[in-house]
């Protein structure tokens, strides 16, 4: 496997009509409005579709730090309450400094990432799986609420 094949993938499960095999993550909630996006079920202690999209945020944000070579700090902030517009938009840019930065960089897959116990190929397929696992859980909101 190569390090561009990973970022295909990654762009793959994002970008909009790319999904590797359903909806991409952009796909899944471009037609969200802030109500819907903030969505709780009354049972459970689950999170809104916004509290995973701010997941996922936080996650490419650390990841975006690692491949700067700073030293990466997980901070996840609640953004409940937040325009919905400013989060998705704050999603996308992300992911574009993210993906611009994989594609310039010289990675070998099988080298340890530099501070951390995983090699390059581990965190950034681990990347790929846990957008798509939230992915999942954001069909599941919306099939809860109808939509």
Known sequence: MSKEWIVKAMEMAFEENKGLWADSLLDAIKDLNS?????KPDKGDINSILGIVN?????????LSVLEGKKPVYEE???EGA???DIVKELKDVHEKMIS???????????????????????LFGLLAHDCYHLGQIIILKGLQGL
Do not use: C, F, Y
Request: proline share 2%.
């Open 83 to 85: 325009a919905w517009e």
């Open 55 to 63: 997941h996922i945020i936080s996650g490419k944000r650390w990841m």
């Open 77 to 79: 902030g609640s953004k």
């Open 35 to 39: 109500e819907q996006a903030n969505w």
């Open 101 to 123: 930065l994989l594609k310039e960089k010289d990675i070998n897959l099988d080298e340890k990432v530099p501070g951390e116990e995983s090699t390059w190929g581990e965190m």
